[in-house]
């Protein structure tokens, strides 16, 4: 399996552009996550889909981010408009939870986003 | 509420001396839990796991971890460290509740520089 497949690696854009950025989970995971990663606030949970339906999105900063998971193979998180202090490394992980399976999650690379 | 707490920042040891990365936890219930590791602009990679059984879990590259749970504890452990070990580790949780099967919650990280 090819892993988890996040796009882009890397992404620069200025203030008040539209970001999105894009996930392949592993084909068969049931569950899929986005989460931020920054010096300061460590990593952090920002949403949390399940048989593609977000279960959690206590974590998502605010209006300006969205996500969506359109179906098992392919989700979005999406900041309208980004601002500089959105500029951090997004994971996205999937994993197989229910019955026997102990939620063992597995990441993508990230895509490190520079907001200008 | 659970968490996860990694009470150091950093951890320096010389090559082939014993290492020890420290992890304590507060959960209600049978905790479910991780060691990942994050090398650098990379995503996080699982090294071991602990669920039920035998308190002494072996997992990636040579790491154990020892559950203790009178301490509350999962301190990640290696007998002899390479340089190669440099790295970002994190310590995870999750309750064996089915409904957040799966949503992890991890400490803030430990860095680990090993010194040849």
């Known amino acids: 399996d090819a892993g988890v497949i996040q796009s882009p690696r890397h992404e620069v854009t200025e203030m008040g552009q539209e970001v999105t950025l894009r996930c392949k989970p592993i084909s068969g995971h049931n569950s899929l996550f986005w989460y931020r990663q920054t010096m300061m606030r460590g990593l952090e949970l920002l949403i949390y889909f399940n048989n593609n339906v977000p279960i959690d999105d206590s974590g998502m900063p605010e209006d300006r981010f969205s996500a969506k998971m359109p179906n098992a193979s392919f989700s979005t998180l999406k900041i309208q408009p980004s601002e500089p202090r959105d500029s951090a490394v997004y994971f996205c992980?999937?994993?197989?939870?229910?019955?026997?399976?102990?939620?063992?999650?597995?990441f993508g690379e990230g895509s490190r986003l520079t907001v200008l | 509420a659970q968490s996860v707490a990694q009470p150091e920042d950093q951890v320096n040891v010389a090559e082939g001396n014993p290492l020890t990365v420290k992890c304590t936890y507060s959960v209600s219930g049978n905790p479910y839990l991780f060691w990942y590791v994050q090398y650098p602009n990379r995503g996080l990679q699982f090294l071991l796991k602990?669920?039920?059984?035998?308190?002494l879990v072996k997992g990636s590259y040579g790491f154990e971890a020892e559950f203790n749970k009178s301490q509350t504890s999962f301190h990640l452990k290696k007998p002899s460290a390479l340089v190669s070990d440099s790295a970002l580790y994190f310590c995870?949780?999750?309750?064996?509740?089915?409904?957040?099967?799966?949503?992890?919650?991890f400490g803030r990280g430990t860095q680990l520089t090993v010194w040849p």
């Open positions: 602990y669920i039920t059984g035998d308190n």
């Open positions: 992980a999937s994993s197989l939870v229910g019955g026997t399976n102990t939620g063992e999650l597995f």
């Open positions: 995870a949780v999750i309750l064996d509740r089915g409904s957040t099967l799966g949503r992890l919650y």
